[in-house]
């Protein structure tokens, strides 16, 4: 059995909201957002691979520290997984000496603490009987989602997208599909922000949910914290035939 515990799902911080980040099994995580900061040393030096969604601050906030908080009593590096474009982000603004330290030379460039394995869309890692596959996601950056899978079950994460025509029959192949993780950030009045900012709202998942057609349980990430119950009801009169509920943080999905 493949456990999913969600570390953080929220679009935003606050008192309990903590941004996306999922630990799937205690040694692979789907994004590094700040739910990272919650694990004991212990749980950190137990996660082997990271695979990063895009590169936006929400999604790899914790990765620098985490790497420099356990680097150094693990006996392998970190492999983060990654489109190009996304490691090249990481390289040139976070890794580089000024903001971070680059932890693929330290302490040497032979034995390094991390270490970048490129993806691309449709990429499908294999780890000791778990499958991450790549997905494509439309957003203002270069992203993915991911289809994380077994022999039993699968679960897909939408990433941060806005709609996305390419996504659907990928997700609709999926027989076994158990869960559906999508994001909605805005409520329906910032309709232009979210166009924008390429991420849904409520009215718009109501329109990307009619394209499935698999019968998962649908559960709704990225919500803006100061917009959280408003997003709830709208959604409650939008999203459909598969009525969504919000993801919480603390869940455990079973695969």
Sequence with gaps: MTRVRVLGCSGGIGARARTTSFLVDGDILLDAGTGVEDLSVEELAAI????????????IAALPLLVDSVGGIRGKPLVVHALPETIAALRTHIFNWVIWPDFTE?????????????????SVVELEGRFVRSLPANHTVPALGFHLYNDVASLVFSGD????????????????????????????????LAVTAKHL?????GQELAKLQR??????????????????????AWAGRFAPR???RGEVLEL
């Design 48 to 59: 082997d691979h990271v695979f990063l969604t895009h590169s936006h601050l929400d999604h």
């Design 106 to 122: 330290i302490p040497h460039y032979e034995r390094p603490w991390m270490v970048f394995e490129p993806l691309a869309i449709g």
């Design 161 to 192: 997208t806005a709609p996305n025509d390419e996504f659907w029959p990928l997700v609709n192949a999926v027989q076994n599909l158990r869960y559906l993780i999508i994001e909605t950030a805005f409520p329906n009045r910032d309709e232009d």
């Design 201 to 205: 709202y409520p009215i718009q998942l």
């Design 215 to 236: 019968d998962p349980q649908v559960l709704v990430t990225h919500l803006k914290p100061s917009d959280r119950e408003v997003i709830g009801r709208e959604l409650e």
């Design 246 to 248: 919000v993801l919480e």
